[in-house]
């Protein structure tokens, strides 16, 4: 009778294993992967004006979402960052608009060497200082898809006292110019 019961119990957890696993991979869109990165900001050169070099030591975060979308096109996709950073869950989001069909659509947003100076406390900032990274997509206010860097439990940046403002979108960096094609286009603020 107990190896009944065992084996009931894992087809049980299988199939709820299944459905789980089934529900996600039928979404149209899916966040596929997540890439931090600490770069210097671009070197630009021209001519009019007198130039100033920037401090190649200082470090922004990068961090970069891969993500499929399975209709023709989406007008707007919302996406929400969170970034675990010693102890603080930093907040942002970017809306996308035009998106096209694909398995290599990707968005990005950064965080700023003063803003990690200032909630890192000056102390020196390394791949390992982010606890974890977690960014949702959402559609009219629904989300679609969400994913953490780090295994962690669903919805674990509810409970968390959310910090806003600080993790920023491409065109409000000096990175705006740079790999126009690579990233999808973000939608102009209503004036």
Not at 29 to 49: C, D, E, M, V
Not at 72 to 95: A, H, N, P, Q, R
Not at 109 to 137: D, E, K
Request: with cysteine; charged share 20%; glycine share 6%.
């Amino acid at each position: 009778m107990e190896t009944r019961t065992f084996i009931l119990i894992c087809v049980v957890v299988f199939l709820a294993y299944a459905a789980a696993a089934q529900t996600r991979g039928a979404s149209e869109f899916q966040i596929t992967k997540i890439t931090k990165n600490l770069i210097s900001a671009p070197q630009f050169t021209y001519t009019g004006a007198e130039q100033y070099q920037t401090n190649q030591r200082d470090r922004w975060l990068e961090v970069e979402v891969e993500f499929s979308a399975a209709p023709e096109f989406t007008d707007e996709l919302t996406f929400k960052y969170y970034i675990l950073f010693d102890g603080k869950l930093l907040t942002g989001e970017v809306s996308h608009t035009n998106i096209a069909a694909g398995t290599s659509n990707r968005s990005v947003m950064y965080v700023s060497p003063r803003t990690l100076a200032r909630f890192g406390g000056n102390r020196p900032v390394t791949a390992n200082s982010f606890q974890n990274i977690a960014v949702q997509i959402e559609q009219q206010g629904v989300v679609k898809d969400e994913l953490s860097l780090v295994r962690a439990p669903a919805q674990w940046l509810a409970t968390m006292p959310q910090v806003s403002g600080f993790v920023v979108n491409k065109n409000e960096t000096p990175f705006a110019p740079l790999y126009w094609g690579r990233y999808e286009q973000i939608k102009a603020p209503t004036r």
